[in-house]
T-cell receptor, first 113, second 116 residues
Framework: DGGITQSPKYLFRKEGQNVTLSCEQNLNHDAMYWYRQDPGQGLRLIYYSQIVNDFQKGDIAEGYSVSREKKESFPLTVTSAQKNPTAFYLC????????????FGSGTRLTVV | AQTVTQSQPEMSVQEAETVTLSCTYDTSESDYYLFWYKQPPSRQMILVIRQEAYKQQNATENRFSVNFQKAAKSFSLKISDSQLGDAAMYFCAYRIFGAGSYQLTFGKGTKLSVIP
């Protein structure tokens, strides 16, 4: 079955460490996205990519980095520069046409300890 | 910049009753898409319904329907015959038509509780 796989489901990070969240899709979608979800804040866009080897900053990109070396994969690195990284992170993809919504992964809960 | 506002942080409904969740948006565009997503306690985001702004007819998906008022920039979701499984966070979202970028802008969500 086609879908998006995010791993791990739960991730704990010590302060000062970088961590990478995985996002893989087998839907043959062109566009992929990373959102951060905090209580009462809705979903805020971190980065997005419309084609391989290209990506753009979203509204809250500071302290995060991404790569898009393969169409199927869009990993997110949370760097030590991110001041408050504890949050729920959602990855999504879409066919790259306006009329479609997103297909979402099941999310990664990141906690700084 | 486009914004999406959901003015009801929390709502509740009796099982089998009808509830309406509100959403307003701000845009200068004439063509766009609007979406409602459901996020149950599992936190999996599920697309509930979609509306194209150029269509006057309100979208319907089984017990879910929308009231799209383009002039008022309003996009409310009506859930009929509410079921316990409808309890979730509901997010309204907006996407520009034909802009070459496909990201959605989300509201902050409405938490819906269903009372047995």
């Amino acid at each position: 079955d086609g879908g998006i796989t995010q791993s791990p489901k739960y991730l704990f990070r010590k302060e000062g460490q970088n961590v990478t969240l995985s996002c893989e899709q087998n839907l043959n979608h062109d566009a992929m996205y990373w959102y951060r979800q905090d209580p009462g804040q809705g979903l805020r866009l971190i980065y997005y990519s419309q084609i391989v080897n290209d990506f753009q900053k979203g509204d809250i990109a500071e302290g995060y980095s991404v790569s898009r070396e393969k169409k199927e994969s869009f990993p997110l690195t949370v760097t030590s520069a991110q001041k408050n990284p504890t949050a729920f992170y959602l990855c999504a993809s879409s066919p790259g046409q306006d009329r479609y919504g997103y297909t979402f992964g099941s999310g990664t809960r990141l906690t700084v300890v | 910049a486009q914004t999406v506002t959901q003015s009801q942080p929390e709502m509740s409904v009796q099982e089998a009753e009808t509830v309406t969740l509100s959403c307003t948006y701000d845009t200068s565009e004439s063509d766009y898409y609007l979406f409602w997503y459901k996020q149950p306690p599992s936190r999996q985001m599920i697309l509930v319904i979609r509306q194209e702004a150029y269509k006057q007819q309100n979208a319907t998906e089984n017990r879910f329907s929308v009231n799209f008022q383009k002039a008022a920039k309003s996009f409310s979701l009506k859930i009929s015959d509410s079921q316990l499984g409808d309890a979730a966070m509901y997010f309204c979202a907006y996407r520009i038509f034909g802009a070459g970028s496909y990201q959605l802008t989300f509201g902050k969500g409405t938490k819906l509780s269903v009372i047995p």
